[in-house]
C-alpha cells in the first residue's frame, strides 16, 4: 500500500491503495466516482475513459501510481466545461442512451474528440468514438456530436 | 422466456385487485393486486400493501413504479406514458422508479415477474391504461365532492380538475380525499384519438442520469462494510474443485476470506476481500486442482460433426402440413438443399453479472439488475433457508440485459447466496470480472440447420424440409412442463415453425442434444437462427425464380399476415436507395413475423478487405399502435446493431474450455462495424401495441448475407463470416 496524491476534477484527493490498482478502481471505490465504468478491464470497450491531463484516456489499465501529478477529468466533473456540457445537452437532446452504461465513456471520448477536431466529419468520428455500446446507439451517437459541434461554433 | 400465448385476451379477464390508501406524508397511493388464472400458484395468497403502484404526492408529483427491469429498452418511460395518459397527468410532474420484487409487480403473460419476450407494454398496455382511467375518476369524484357538482360536468388536463364553474384543482390537492374514496370497478377508457402522451414521441426519463455519471447501475452500490466478491470458477463447465492453496493468497493485503462454493453444476472458490483490486488479484494467484472426471468437455469442432449428422435425419416434428412424401415426389433437379451452422454466442452485456447482497441470517436484503425479479428471488430464498418474504430483492438498473440476466437456474443470486452464508451479517458484491462473465455459459445455443425445398414450376416453394439441431433451453428446467409438448422446445424453432409463408408442404423437425454447455435466450432467441436460415432461403429462391425480392415475398406470404405484408410494403417504399447504388455496393432485405409484430429491413452492403461493410439500414415496423415512437426508432436502430453480431462472432469451445474471454475474440460491433444511418419507419396504427424490442434483431443479418450474395454471387451458410 502507498499514499498518492492525485487530482480530480479539480480537487487533490490522497489515496491509500496498492500502486499497481487501476485509477479506475481508485475512481469508484475511494473516491466514490462511480460513473466511470468497468467494461472489459484491459482497454477495449471504453467504458472507463476519462481525461488524463486532457487527453481520452482508459483508466482500467492505468496504475494509480502513473498518474502523478497529471488533471484527471471524469464524467461527473465535464459539466462544468462549455464543451462538456454541450455534448451532455446533446445527448439529452438526441435521445441517446439506452442501457446507458457506456454512455459516460462515449461522452467523454466525444468531448475529447470535439475539443481537438471542432467540425468533425462523420470519418473523425467514427475514427475516434473507438467505445463499445453493446445497446447499438451508433447512429444517435452520432447524431448528437453533429449537433453538439453545431452548438459550439 | 416466450411461448405461444394469447396475449390480447388475457388482461382484461384477469381479476384484479387495486386499493386506495392514504399515506402518512400525504397524497394517494395505489397499489394493485391480480391473479393469473393460469399460472395461480400464488392466487390464493395475495400479498398485503405496499406493493405501491402510483403515488400522487400532495405537491401534484406523480410516481410511477415500474415493474420491469430498465435496460435500455425504454420501459422506464413508456409504462408511465400509458399511465399518465389516462390519468391525464402533467408529463412534467411524473417521474418513474423501478419496483422491487414484489407479487403485486408479476406480470402477464408469465404470471412472474420478469422482463423478457418484448412483452413489457404489450401485456401491459390494457392494465396501465385502466390504472390511470381509474385513479383520475377518483381524482375527479373528489373534486365534484369538493364542489357539489355531478363528475361528469367535471373534466381533467394535465394534472388538474375543472369544475362546470371555472373550479379548478390540481391532483395534489385533491389526493387525499381521493384516496377515502372506493376504486371505481368500471372506467370508459379514451378514444386514441384523443391521446396527449401515448404516440407522441418522448424523451426517455433516465438520460441526464445517465449522461452526468450519477445513474446507479448494480455495480455501482456500495453500502457500509460490504466487501467485494470474486469467483475463480472452473475451466470446464460443471467440473468440481479437488483442492487449492488457500493460505497462499488468505495473507495477500486487503483479503479477507477464501473458500469453495457450490455452483448450480459444479463448484469454485470464492474469494473474499475489501477491494475489487485485491480480490481480482488473489482470485487470479489461487491454485485450484480441479476434479474433472465426471464432466463433459464440449468442443465445438466435435459438436459440429455431431449436429451435421443429426441433421441428415428427421428429427421429433414440430409442425408438418400437407403431404409429408412431397420431397421425394420431385425431380432432384428443382430441390435445393441448404445446411447452416451457426454459432454459440454471448450476450456480452457492458455491465458484467454482478449482485449485492445482505444475509442476517433472518432475513436478506439483495440489489440485483434481474429480469427474473421473483424468481431470483425465490431462488435466494431456497438457498438462504427462507421464505421468499424474508427476501427484499430490489431490481437495479442493469447496463443492457439481453436475455443473460433470466437463466431460470438463477446461477448468480445461487453464488452470491452461498458466499452470503459464509460471511452472514457482511454485505458482498459479487463480481464477473469481462473474462468471468464471457466464459460463465448461458449462451445463444449454437444450432445446425439442414433444409430441403422442392421447388415448383411457378419458381414457388412447394415443399419444405426444415431440420433444426439446437440444445433446449428449457428441458432440464423448472419450466418444463410447462412448455416442452411431445419433446419440443418451441424456443428452438420459433420464427421457422410460426413464419408466415405459405408454403404448401412444410415440415419442420428438431433434435434437441444434451450438452454441457450452459444455454440461454439470447434477444430475439429461436428468431435469430430460424430467420436467417428462412430469408436467406427465400431470397435465394427469389433469385432463382428471376423474381423481385418484395414481390416473391408478398406473392408468397398469407394475405391474412397483415403486419409483416404492411412492413414489407412500406419498407418498399422508404428504400427506394436500392434503385440507385454506387458500383460495388448492394441492398438485401429480409422480413420477420416477429410474435405478431411485422418487421423488415433493407442493408446497403459492400466488402471492405474481404469483409462485409454495412452502410444503410432501413426498417420498416408493424407494431400496433406505437406508444413512443421515439423509443421504437432506438429500440429498432439498437436491434439492427445488436443483430450484426453474429456475422462477426462466436463462442467456441475446445475440449471442453471456452476459447473466448474478452472483446478481443468476442468482438460485438463497434461504431466502425455498425451502419452509419438506420431510418427506422413505423406502419401506422391505433392496433393493440405489439413488441418493438427484439423484432428487429434477426431481419438484419439475412438481409446482409443477400445484398452480399447479389454481389458476389455466393451464399454464406456458416456464421461468423471469416471472409467474403
Given at each position: 500500500m502507498a499514499t498518492y496524491k492525485i487530482t480530480v476534477n479539480g480537487q487533490r484527493r490522497d489515496v491509500t491503495v496498492?500502486?499497481?490498482?487501476p485509477l479506475l478502481w481508485v475512481l469508484r471505490?475511494?473516491?466514490?466516482?462511480?460513473?466511470t465504468k468497468y467494461g472489459c478491464g484491459i482497454g477495449l470497450c471504453g467504458a472507463c475513459t476519462v481525461h488524463l491531463a486532457g487527453e481520452a484516456t482508459r483508466s482500467c489499465g492505468l496504475p494509480v501510481s502513473e498518474v502523478g501529478d497529471q488533471e484527471v477529468v471524469t464524467i461527473e466533473g465535464i459539466g462544468v466545461d462549455r464543451v462538456g456540457r454541450t455534448v451532455q445537452e446533446a445527448w439529452v437532446k438526441k435521445d441517446v442512451v439506452q442501457c446507458g452504461y457506456c454512455q459516460s465513456g462515449q461522452i467523454m471520448a466525444a468531448v475529447a474528440l470535439l475539443k481537438a477536431?471542432?467540425?468533425?466529419s462523420q470519418a473523425d468520428i467514427e475514427g475516434s468514438m473507438t467505445n463499445l455500446c453493446r445497446c447499438a446507439t451508433y447512429v444517435r451517437i452520432r447524431a448528437a456530436i453533429q449537433d453538439a459541434s453545431t452548438r459550439l461554433i | 422466456m416466450r411461448f405461444a400465448y394469447q396475449p390480447d385476451k388475457g388482461h382484461l379477464s384477469r381479476r384484479t385487485f387495486l386499493r386506495a390508501s392514504a399515506v402518512a406524508a400525504g397524497g394517494l397511493l395505489v397499489s394493485l393486486h391480480f391473479d393469473f388464472p393460469a399460472l395461480a400458484q400464488n392466487a390464493e395468497a395475495l400479498p398485503a400493501p405496499p406493493d405501491a403502484y402510483i403515488h400522487i404526492k400532495p405537491d401534484g408529483r406523480i410516481v410511477i413504479a415500474v415493474r420491469h427491469i430498465e435496460m435500455g429498452q425504454g420501459v422506464l418511460t413508456s409504462l408511465p406514458m400509458i399511465v399518465a395518459e389516462e390519468l391525464d397527468a402533467d408529463w412534467s410532474q411524473v417521474s418513474a422508479e423501478l419496483a422491487p420484487a414484489g407479487d403485486a409487480y408479476k406480470a402477464p403473460p408469465l404470471g412472474i415477474q420478469s422482463t423478457s419476450g418484448s412483452w413489457s407494454v404489450r401485456y401491459g398496455y390494457q392494465q396501465h391504461r385502466e390504472f390511470g382511467a381509474r385513479i383520475r375518476a377518483m381524482l375527479v369524484g373528489a373534486a365534484a365532492d369538493r364542489w357539489k357538482v355531478r363528475p361528469d360536468e367535471c373534466r381533467t388536463e394535465a394534472g388538474v380538475v375543472r369544475g362546470p364553474g371555472g373550479q379548478s384543482a390540481g391532483y395534489g390537492e385533491l389526493a387525499d380525499d381521493a384516496a377515502r374514496r372506493p376504486m371505481p370497478e368500471q372506467v370508459v377508457l379514451k378514444n386514441p384519438g384523443d391521446f396527449r402522451i401515448i404516440g407522441k414521441s418522448t424523451r426517455r426519463m433516465d438520460s441526464r442520469p445517465k449522461t452526468d455519471g450519477s445513474q446507479k447501475f448494480a455495480l455501482d452500490i456500495d453500502l457500509p462494510g460490504m466487501k467485494i466478491a470474486l469467483i475463480a470458477r472452473p475451466p470446464v463447465f460443471g467440473a468440481r474443485v479437488k483442492a487449492f492453496d488457500a493460505q497462499a493468497v488468505r495473507s495477500m493485503e486487503g483479503v479477507r476470506d477464501v473458500f469453495e462454493i457450490p455452483l448450480v453444476k459444479g463448484s469454485a472458490v470464492a474469494v473474499v476481500a475489501d477491494r475489487f483490486w485485491s480480490a481480482k488479484q488473489a482470485r487470479d494467484q489461487l491454485k485450484i486442482d480441479w476434479d474433472f472426471s465426471s464432466v463433459e468437455r464440449a468442443d465445438s469442432q466435435e459438436l459440429r460433426a455431431r449436429y451435421q449428422a443429426l441433421a441428415k435425419t428427421r428429427g421429433t416434428v414440430a409442425l408438418s402440413r400437407g403431404d409429408k412424401t412431397a420431397l421425394s415426389k420431385?425431380?432432384?433437379?428443382q430441390h435445393l438443399v441448404a445446411e447452416y451452422e451457426l454459432p454459440y454466442l454471448a450476450a456480452a452485456a457492458l455491465e458484467c453479472l454482478n449482485m449485492t447482497l445482505r444475509y442476517d441470517g433472518d432475513r436478506a436484503e439483495a440489489w440485483i439488475p434481474s429480469q427474473f425479479a421473483t424468481l431470483d428471488q425465490g431462488v435466494l430464498a431456497q438457498a438462504l433457508g427462507?421464505?421468499?418474504?424474508?427476501v427484499t430483492l430490489h431490481v437495479v438498473f442493469a447496463g443492457g440485459g439481453f436475455g443473460r440476466r433470466s437463466p431460470l437456474d438463477g446461477n448468480v443470486p445461487f453464488e452470491a447466496a452461498a458466499i452470503a452464508k459464509r460471511v452472514r451479517g457482511t454485505p458482498i458484491k459479487l463480481i464477473y470480472t469481462r473474462e468471468d462473465d464471457m466464459r460463465s455459459g448461458y449462451y445463444r445455443p449454437m444450432t445446425t440447420h439442414r433444409v430441403e425445398i422442392a421447388i415448383g414450376g411457378d419458381g414457388m416453394p412447394w415443399a419444405w424440409q426444415h431440420v433444426a439441431v439446437g440444445q433446449s433451453f428449457i428441458i432440464g428446467t423448472a419450466m418444463e412442463k410447462t412448455f416442452i409438448k411431445d419433446g419440443v422446445d418451441p424456443l428452438v424453432i420459433e420464427g421457422a415453425v410460426n413464419n408466415k409463408y405459405r408454403i404448401p408442404n412444410f415440415e419442420v423437425s428438431v433434435h434437441h442434444p444434451a450438452v454441457s454447455v450452459p444455454v440461454y435466450t439470447l434477444r430475439s432467441v429461436g428468431h435469430s437462427q430460424n430467420t436467417f436460415v428462412m430469408e436467406t432461403l427465400i431470397d435465394e429462391l427469389a433469385v432463382r425464380a428471376k423474381a423481385d425480392p418484395f414481390a416473391y415475398r408478398l406473392k408468397l406470404l398469407d394475405p391474412e399476415a397483415t403486419k409483416v405484408r404492411d412492413a414489407l410494403t412500406l419498407l418498399e417504399e422508404k428504400s427506394r436507395w436500392r434503385n440507385n447504388l454506387a458500383s460495388g455496393r448492394a441492398a438485401g432485405i429480409a422480413c420477420a413475423d416477429y410474435w405478431d409484430t411485422g418487421i423488415a429491413c433493407a442493408a446497403e452492403v459492400s466488402v471492405v478487405d474481404n469483409r462485409p461493410r454495412v452502410h444503410r439500414v432501413t426498417v420498416a415496423i408493424a407494431?400496433?399502435?406505437?406508444?413512443?415512437p421515439l423509443s421504437i426508432e432506438a429500440q429498432c436502430q439498437g436491434a439492427i446493431g445488436f443483430g450484426l453480431t453474429q456475422l462477426m462472432s462466436a463462442i467456441t469451445l475446445k475440449d471442453g474450455e471456452v476459447e473466448q474471454s474478452n472483446f478481443d475474440g468476442f468482438r460485438p460491433p463497434y461504431m466502425s462495424d455498425a451502419p452509419a444511418a438506420i431510418d427506422v419507419y413505423i406502419v401506422p396504427s391505433n392496433d393493440a401495441p405489439l413488441g418493438v424490442g427484439e423484432p428487429a434483431t434477426p431481419v438484419i443479418s439475412p438481409a446482409v448475407v443477400n445484398g452480399l450474395a447479389r454481389l458476389t454471387g455466393k451464399r454464406y451458410r456458416i456464421l461468423p463470416i471469416d471472409a467474403v
Open positions: 496498492d500502486p499497481s490498482t471505490e475511494d473516491l466514490k466516482l462511480t460513473g477536431t471542432p467540425r468533425p | 420431385t425431380t432432384p433437379s427462507l421464505d421468499p418474504s424474508q407494431c400496433g399502435l406505437p406508444v413512443n
